[in-house]
């Protein structure tokens, strides 16, 4: 059996999806027709890269009848993928029964895991409970089987979680019989819970164990998981080994908790100052971003002279104008943080290189507030810059809860609803609360009812319509009836499907062709991509094997120079770099929309992924991912990893432009 195993993982590692002849088979997952003649044409043959492509197919599908063709597929075979074809089907009590009765009678122990996870993506309260009571009706030293974890990661994605689970991740990371793969799994997950009960004990043999040191990814994970109530002292670690850790997610989680390392009073809190002081040298300017925003937790444990120490320090940094704007800017809020007085501040805004945005926080942090909004209220209307008047709009919503009601609130959230910009739009839209409502439902139904009009049947404007919907149905119910009918006779697949994710209704028919055979051209013929960018060139290799219309849409936006000279409008030190908006705003594209393909592949460091609204809302925009994190796993579409140039992906910082793009 275990030989058996071991070739049927190798197996699935081998066979690819999707290739170049399956063209029929690939039309009809992007129109998301899943027409079952030719689905079933795949399915049912001796070909196993075949079989492979049709279950990928019918993963998209949401189709729950055709679950009875995949539970009687060959589960030596292919029950890694039938798992996860159920998963993004979605939930159906035959796929439920299915799993749990291999829970019982499995066919082979590799496959736990992926049932454990499965039972995540699509079970109830109910199915977490019993999940949860069948780890504990184990009762030997530990639970045999691995992947529990996943599981419970997938529940809480949703929303579904207990105390109890959060127990059963702490007894799979303290349990000396416990792998290195079960104890990363299962900190990742405990670290998307939050609050924590490993000691401090518990964090430092993690810290200092084997697994931290040679698996970067576990030592990331151990960091997420250190809290007020297990913070170290600083000379209990081998700090020195995660200082020279080659992994920058490390690096960059280390720096986000570097506070918390140190209750010795002889040391602490001298010592992390001098680190963060290190950091914000530090030669990769994201590490030294990061230092300039997490430099003010360390305010709670300052003297006056630590105080001191420390603005001698960085002002000088502030007045550098080798730094980039984003530094000082960063810094200059961390600093008003630390030593407050607004007033001396603002005499500094005159004097150092600080970017507009970072002028718009700090009026936000005016102690007096009716004078903040009123000076975010002022700029708001005097710039015609959209970046700007995102991040005002953003910031005066932010605090209107703790202003005085004003006409000029009012101004400002009706404006923003009746403008052409999606943004806006969407922002206002989504700050609306019920007593806002109460107070202008007349104004607002108008509004609502014209912009539906004029952007139901545009792709960029996704978000916005998606926003104006759900503010509808704070309405009243008739009104919300109103526009969802109006708005399920869009053009757009996507939108229609939003409507049919609210409603129900499934009869959403297909999704448009008019771009399908233009990119079809690009699916296959591309093996890689080089991005050369103002820091230097990425290079990546694609995976047409599994998301062969995303890597088509890149190559033809390619041949079209829509990349070139479009920046990275966000960069998450440690987390992601994005790309592929021409307006910058997050809210671009290229004018249509193509469907996602999810896989069971990994979003590891240097993986690239599509970014999106949600399903099947795909189009320019893609991220490099600067660490590894799981829970993007299966639900974005990865469509290629970096072979080349990672170091330059973890310097991108906002606003570095892709120069071009080469294919070969």
């Not at 070739?7 to 079952?36: C, G, P, W």
């Not at 700090?239 to 570097?258: P, R």
């Not at 400002?412 to 009746?418: D, T």
Request: proline share 2%.
């Amino acid at each position: 059996m275990r030989v058996i195993c071991i070739l049927v993982v190798l197996s699935n590692l081998i066979i690819a999806q999707y290739n170049s002849t399956m063209h029929d088979l690939i039309k009809t997952t992007y129109e998301r027709s899943f027409d079952k003649n030719i689905i079933s044409k795949y399915l049912h043959t001796d070909d196993e890269r075949k079989i492979h492509s049709a279950i990928l197919s019918i993963a998209h599908s949401e189709d729950t009848t055709l679950v009875p063709d995949l539970i009687k597929l060959d589960m030596l075979h292919y029950g890694s993928d039938v798992c996860f074809a159920l998963g993004q089907i979605g939930r159906s009590e035959q796929s439920l029964n299915f799993l749990w009765d291999n829970l019982q009678a499995p066919v082979s122990e590799n496959f736990f895991g992926d049932i454990f996870y499965t039972i995540g993506k699509i079970g109830n309260q109910n199915d977490f409970k019993k999940l949860i009571d069948y780890y504990k009706s184990y009762r030997k030293s530990l639970f045999p089987y691995e992947g529990i974890a996943e599981g419970i990661l997938q529940f809480q994605i949703r929303g579904i979680k207990s105390e109890e689970a959060k127990a059963i991740l702490e007894i799979e990371i303290t349990h000396p019989l416990s792998t290195k793969n079960r104890i990363k799994q299962a900190l990742f997950t405990l670290a998307r819970y939050g609050d924590n009960n490993l000691s401090k004990d518990n964090i430092g043999e993690l810290l200092n164990s084997d697994f931290a040191r040679e698996d970067d990814q576990f030592l990331t994970f151990v960091l997420m998981n250190i809290n007020n109530k297990n913070s170290l002292e600083i000379a209990s670690l081998n700090l020195s080994g995660i200082l020279n850790s080659t992994d920058f997610s490390a690096k960059i989680q280390l720096i986000k908790v570097l506070h918390l390392l140190g209750t010795n009073l002889n040391s602490f809190p001298a010592e992390n100052i001098k680190l963060y002081l290190s950091f914000l040298n530090d030669s990769n300017p994201n590490a030294a971003l990061q230092s300039a925003i997490s430099i003010k937790n360390i305010k709670p444990f300052l003297n006056d002279v630590l105080k001191s120490f420390i603005k001698s320090e960085t002002d000088s940094m502030m007045f550098d104008i080798t730094r980039s704007a984003d530094f000082i800017g960063e810094l200059f809020l961390s600093k008003f943080e630390l030593f407050g007085n607004y007033e001396d501040h603002k005499k500094l805004l005159n004097h150092i290189k600080l970017g507009k945005k970072y002028c718009y926080r700090f009026y936000a942090k005016n102690p007096d507030l009716n004078n903040a909004f009123k000076l975010l209220y002022d700029s708001y209307f005097s710039t015609s810059d959209s970046l700007d008047r995102i991040t005002l709009l953003s910031l005066m919503l932010s605090i209107k809860d703790k202003v005085y009601e004003t006409i000029e609130l009012k101004q400002v959230i009706l404006s923003a609803l009746q403008s052409s910009f999606a943004p806006l739009i969407s922002i206002a839209a989504d700050a609306i609360d019920v007593d806002f409502v109460a107070k202008n439902k007349r104004e607002l139904k108008d509004l609502i009812f014209n912009q539906i009009n004029s952007f139901k049947d545009k792709s960029d404007y996704l978000e916005a319509v998606i926003s104006l919907v759900n503010l509808s149905e704070k309405i009243d119910q008739d009104f919300y009836t109103e526009i969802i009918n109006n708005v399920k006779l869009s053009k757009l697949y996507s939108i229609r499907r939003f409507v049919s994710n609210k409603t129900e209704d499934h009869n959403i028919g297909f999704k448009e062709l008019d771009k399908f055979e233009e990119i079809w051209t690009n699916a296959f013929k591309y093996e890689k991509a080089i991005i050369k960018t103002t820091k230097g060139n990425i290079e990546i290799e694609f995976d047409s094997e599994v998301a062969p219309v995303s890597v088509a849409n890149f190559c033809t936006l390619v041949k079209e120079n829509f990349f070139n000279k479009i920046v990275f409008h966000r960069v998450v030190p440690g987390f992601v770099i994005q790309a592929g908006d021409p307006t910058s705003t997050g809210w671009g594209g290229p004018g249509y929309d193509i469907i996602s393909e999810f896989s069971d592949k990994n979003f590891n460091t240097g993986y690239v992924g599509m970014a999106s609204a949600g399903k099947d809302t795909e189009s320019s925009q893609f991220f490099i991912m600067q660490g590894s994190y799981p829970h993007l796993n299966r639900r974005y579409t990865l469509f290629g990893k970096v072979i080349n140039g990672l170091e330059i992906v973890f310097s991108i910082t906002e606003n570095d432009k892709i120069l071009s793009v080469e294919l070969k």
